[in-house]
């Protein structure tokens, strides 16, 4: 089992900047692929950007150049620095892991066994 916990989020105007963390615990050894998610008032939810185990790392093309994620092994920490922030990056940003590397998309959360309860990013004008 792993636990995670989301922190970081909160209220920014456009432009400016937020990083967000993720805390593991638990078997945290068993997580070969981690990912962060988002889900805008009344949308779906959709992948941001997704770590490998190994360090490969891919984005969504709507945040590709303007989020980076990262992770800290040492302190079982995810994060996602989020810089020049858009109107539409406001969301509820969720963490997710999962053991298998093969189930690793941004295209299907379903996949993601494990989940933190989300943090919220609002971003105004």
């Known amino acids: 089992q792993v636990q995670l916990v989301e922190s970081g989020g909160g209220s920014v105007q456009a432009g400016g900047s937020l990083r967000l963390s993720c805390v593991a615990s638990?078997?945290?050894?068993?997580?070969?692929?981690m990912a962060w998610f988002r889900q805008p008032p009344g949308k779906e939810r959709e992948g941001v950007a997704l770590?490998?185990?190994?360090?490969?790392?891919y984005y969504a093309d709507s945040v590709k150049g303007r989020f980076t994620i990262s992770q800290d092994n040492a302190k079982n920490t995810m994060y996602l620095q989020m810089d020049s922030l858009k109107l539409e990056d406001t969301a509820m940003y969720y963490c997710?892991?999962?053991?298998?590397?093969?189930?690793?998309?941004?295209?299907?959360?379903?996949?993601?066994?494990?989940w933190g309860q989300g943090t919220q990013v609002t971003v105004s004008s």
């Open positions: 997710a892991a999962t053991e298998w590397s093969s189930y690793c998309s941004l295209a299907s959360p379903w996949k993601y066994r494990y």
């Open positions: 638990g078997d945290t050894g068993s997580s070969a692929c």
């Open positions: 770590n490998i185990r190994g360090g490969y790392t």
